[in-house]
């Protein structure tokens, strides 16, 4: 059985690096991929990471990213363009808290839907 995959997209690869680190001190079993930086490890975002990212973490159930200001989620959505891949999607939620749900309800085998139907809850709360 395959799991959503989660890609955790920050302008400072520090910060999806500790993101990651504290969402496995709980979930093992979720295909989970940072793209963190530009492509020189300077402040910003890279396409090419994200699109790596996203086929690392990719499953047949999807892929749900996760970003932390406005121009990575302009990148993640031109990644999900340039991919090719199907059943991707740009979460509107928290970074930390939102990638963290999503990971456990991942681990427990929920649809990409699911997944998003919780996310809405979350941000309404």
Do not use: W
């Amino acid at each position: 059985m395959s799991n959503v995959g989660i890609v955790l997209i920050s302008h400072s690869s520090k910060v999806v690096a500790g993101i990651k680190e504290i969402i496995q001190q709980v979930v093992h079993n979720v295909p989970l991929e940072i793209a963190g930086g530009t492509d020189d490890d300077e402040i910003g975002t890279s396409v090419e990471k994200i699109n790596n990212a996203i086929t690392q973490s990719y499953s047949e159930k999807g892929v749900l990213l996760f970003y932390d200001l406005g121009s990575a989620r302009m990148n993640a959505e031109l990644a999900i363009e340039l991919c090719g891949y199907e059943n991707i999607k740009v979460a509107n939620a928290p970074l930390i808290e939102g990638a963290y749900v999503a990971a456990v309800e991942s681990s427990i085998g929920k649809s990409l839907t699911e997944i998003e139907q919780s996310l809405q809850k979350l941000t309404k709360e």
